[in-house]
């Protein structure tokens, strides 16, 4: 063998060895690739919010300690409608523009339930995506249970990676109607035009497969994207709302993938509005 054979030999070995070590990190290291979590003390929102919030703490059947805050609905308002907040894979509750996008949700006549998954805020535990799922029925059992809201008067809201934590939940109980914000089809699809050079879809653990799970939602649903988004293209959410069962609506608004609800507020607002009156 000639030495420029052997060189190439050689180097073909050791990008070979490096790969495989790229996909052993990258299979090791899921969880933080999906989850950042922000822990550590979340406070009610303050007076300049505009809202009246309680703090609750619910026990999971795992026996994790969750924390949230809950806002009754606007007072004179006939349907007291409540709704069910499950937010992104970063930060917590009070991360800023949460706060915000709670009060332009309770300025529509609803409710709020927000809460913290395990390992985010004041929630105890490590998050992992069946753990997430357990997360959301605990806080709807609560919604229901504890603060006697009817299943009719519950709206499922979930953003981003929240979006498959909704669509899980709203697959398997009752709500008047849920809304997806930034959805996407499921984690590998989505990783799988991240990480181009990487086999996502055979790697990943986690699945999240919403478009796999939307078929089985059996209430009114609205999707949102911001045509902006960099983080979920929108593409994805089209393919999603594409795989949803009537009666559904796919509204485009100006912003990117946290911004949506301020940048393109008017007809976000709009929107949502009108999905809530056609709930009546």
């Given at each position: 063998?000639?030495?420029?054979?052997?060189?190439?030999?050689?180097?073909?070995?050791?990008?070979?060895?490096?790969?495989?070590?790229?996909?052993?990190w990258?299979?090791?290291?899921?969880?933080?690739?999906?989850?950042?979590?922000?822990?550590?003390?979340?406070?009610?929102?303050?007076?300049?919010?505009?809202?009246v919030?309680?703090?609750?703490?619910?026990?999971?059947?795992?026996?994790?300690?969750?924390?949230?805050?809950?806002?009754?609905?606007?007072?004179?308002d006939?349907?007291?409608?409540?709704?069910?907040?499950?937010?992104?894979n970063?930060?917590?509750i009070?991360?800023?523009?949460?706060?915000e996008?709670?009060?332009?949700?309770?300025?529509?006549?609803?409710?709020i339930?927000?809460?913290?998954?395990?390992?985010?805020?004041?929630?105890?535990?490590?998050?992992?995506?069946?753990?997430l799922?357990?997360?959301?029925?605990?806080?709807?059992?609560?919604?229901?249970?504890?603060?006697?809201?009817?299943?009719?008067?519950?709206?499922?809201?979930?953003h981003?990676?929240?979006?498959?934590v909704?669509?899980?939940?709203a697959?398997?109980v009752?709500?008047?109607?849920?809304?997806?914000?930034?959805?996407?089809?499921?984690?590998?699809?989505?990783?799988?035009?991240?990480?181009l050079?990487?086999?996502?879809?055979?790697?990943a653990?986690?699945?999240?497969?919403s478009?796999?799970?939307?078929g089985?939602?059996?209430?009114?649903?609205?999707?949102?994207?911001?045509?902006?988004?960099?983080?979920?293209?929108?593409?994805?959410g089209?393919?999603?709302?594409?795989?949803?069962?009537?009666?559904k609506e796919?509204?485009?608004?100006?912003g990117?993938?946290?911004?949506?609800?301020?940048?393109?507020?008017?007809?976000?607002?709009?929107?949502?509005?009108?999905?809530?009156?056609?709930?009546?």
């Amino acid at each position: 063998m000639g030495l420029a054979r052997r060189v190439n030999v050689w180097s073909i070995g050791v990008a070979l060895l490096l790969y495989g070590a790229i996909l052993v990190w990258f299979r090791a290291n899921e969880r933080r690739l999906i989850f950042f979590p922000e822990a550590g003390p979340v406070g009610l929102p303050g007076p300049a919010s505009g809202l009246v919030a309680r703090r609750f703490t619910i026990v999971t059947p795992d026996h994790l300690r969750l924390v949230g805050w809950s806002v009754a609905p606007p007072p004179g308002d006939p349907h007291g409608r409540w709704v069910l907040i499950l937010h992104g894979n970063s930060g917590n509750i009070a991360t800023p523009g949460r706060i915000e996008h709670n009060r332009q949700l309770y300025g529509l006549g609803l409710g709020i339930v927000a809460f913290d998954y395990r390992g985010y805020g004041e929630s105890e535990g490590t998050p992992t995506e069946s753990g997430l799922y357990t997360d959301a029925r605990a806080a709807y059992d609560f919604l229901r249970d504890s603060l006697g809201a009817p299943a009719s008067r519950i709206v499922i809201y979930g953003h981003s990676l929240g979006s498959a934590v909704a669509i899980e939940l709203a697959s398997t109980v009752a709500a008047g109607g849920l809304i997806v914000e930034g959805g996407f089809t499921s984690l590998p699809d989505l990783g799988a035009e991240i990480y181009l050079w990487i086999p996502v879809r055979a790697l990943a653990r986690s699945r999240f497969a919403s478009l796999d799970r939307i078929g089985g939602v059996r209430m009114p649903i609205l999707g949102i994207h911001g045509r902006d988004d960099m983080t979920i293209p929108i593409a994805q959410g089209r393919r999603l709302f594409a795989g949803a069962p009537a009666p559904k609506e796919f509204l485009e608004v100006a912003g990117g993938h946290d911004d949506a609800y301020e940048v393109g507020r008017a007809e976000y607002e709009r929107g949502i509005r009108r999905f809530l009156e056609g709930l009546r």
